[in-house]
């Protein structure tokens, strides 16, 4: 690939001004319609690179397929990405700067002088001096998660068609909507797909791979107070917010939050607390790697909203658990050449790899569970989600290339 003119930078630069940010508090598919304008122009784009087959259906979901070029019976793959941006962060009016040969100097985002992107933070910007980066401006999120994902496998695809001597079996291209709410899988047609193996490109710094998540559930105390006028309350109110409050004051602060855990360390995190005096809701997200370790965290949890009411006698609280994903390494496992293919490609193009959980999950995670065995590869995405967010160019050339090669080895191998 040493003379192909790579076209991830110019697409991304593109994809990133497209306003995707999808809405949690949404029941709608997609959860905002204006995912589907990126949809649509991934789907042109494809269409114009001379996959035939490319669309976009009503949940703004894009499939394509790269035809087989060989004669060889090979798995077909897939390789995946979600065009939505996080919530968290501004996604409107996103302006892309392009930094040419970055000297390792302090970076103050032009549009808020406050915003400073540094080494000092950010040490993997030292692997970059000298080389191209990607910013927001500093007033939004730059959207490398995902749109860097899905501007590789362009570049991946517009490469495959040019330089039909790589031979390869068939390719799926899947680029989802909602990822970012936890819902990216909930609309997806794994028949219409037809693959038998995928990858996310949803990773961050190059040689990283990831075939560890999270499991995860979702957790909602329900408390029920009594109410009466507040001017004639006395013995007679139990107001659920306090109820709340305290039952929020108890969780653990040195183990079990976020903010004081890393590696495969899990965690019980409150997320939203709603409501008024006689009825108060706090949500909760349960993680951790070992899926047998949530029921323990669950029960620590209602351990200590049933201690706080025990102070509050005329109160009453509901529990309730959900499932949200599980761990893929427990599917990945069962397949250990998606894993060993991917390492190899790594391998191929210089990259050494670094296998890495999780502290999250991807739409891998429920891909896997769904019968579709799928690992995360990375796109170089950098302080995601926030408006220092960053990406090297040079990364996401890399995962282009290991792209190339995993599709050539998948056929060696087959």
């Known amino acids: 690939m040493e003379e192909y003119i790579f076209t991830a930078t110019e697409r991304f630069m593109h994809y990133v001004t497209i306003d995707t940010q999808s809405d949690p508090q949404s029941n709608r598919h997609p959860s905002t319609e204006k995912q589907k304008n990126l949809s649509r122009i991934l789907a042109e784009e494809l269409l114009a690179i001379g996959l035939a087959d490319a669309e976009t259906d009503e949940f703004g979901y894009v499939y394509a397929t790269i035809p087989s070029n060989t004669d060889k019976q090979v798995p077909v793959i897939c390789f995946c990405s979600h065009v939505d941006t996080a919530p968290d962060c501004s996604g409107s009016n996103v302006k892309p700067i392009l930094h040419k040969k970055y000297s390792g100097e302090d970076i103050v985002l032009p549009d808020d002088a406050s915003q400073i992107i540094s080494t000092k933070d950010y040490p993997y910007l030292k692997d970059h001096i000298g080389q191209d980066i990607i910013t927001a401006s500093g007033l939004t999120l730059l ?86 006028h507040p001017g004639y309350a006395k013995n007679k109110l139990v107001n659920a917010l306090k109820i709340a409050g305290e039952i929020l004051a108890a969780l653990p602060k040195n183990e079990l939050a976020p903010e004081v855990t890393d590696g495969r360390e899990g965690f ?92 999250g999950g991807t739409d891998g995670s429920r891909l896997s569970f769904m019968g579709l065995p799928c690992p995360n590869i990375f796109t170089g995405m950098q302080a995601i989600h926030s408006k220092h967010e960053w990406i090297g160019v040079s990364d996401m050339e890399k995962a282009v290339k290991v792209l190339v090669e995993l599709a050539g080895v998948w056929k060696r191998k087959s």
């Not at 620590?300 to 309730?320: D, G, P, W």
């Open 268 to 359: 019980i995190h409150p997320v939203a607390v709603n409501g008024i005096a006689e009825k108060a809701v706090i949500e909760f997200i349960v993680r951790d790697f070992v899926t047998e370790k949530l029921a323990d965290h669950e029960l620590l949890l209602k351990s200590i909203a049933e201690n706080v009411l025990k102070s509050f006698s005329k109160a009453s609280m509901q529990f309730e658990v959900w499932e949200q994903y599980r761990n893929m390494k427990e599917i990945l496992d069962q397949y250990p050449q998606v894993a060993a293919y991917a390492k190899e490609a790594y391998e191929c193009t210089g990259l050494k790899v670094r296998s890495e959980p999780i502290r």
């Open 143 to 228: 959207g490398g998660d995902d749109k860097s994902g899905v501007a590789i496998i362009m570049d991946m695809a517009n490469y495959l068609i040019k330089h039909p001597d790589l031979k390869h079996g068939t390719i799926k291209i899947l680029f989802t909507t909602d990822e970012e709410v936890g819902k990216g899988t909930a609309k997806l047609d794994l028949a219409k797909l037809g693959a038998d193996f995928a990858y996310t490109l949803d990773g961050g710094e190059a040689g990283t791979f990831e075939d560890e998540t999270f499991s995860a559930d979702g957790v909602r105390i329900i408390i029920h107070g009594v109410i009466a």
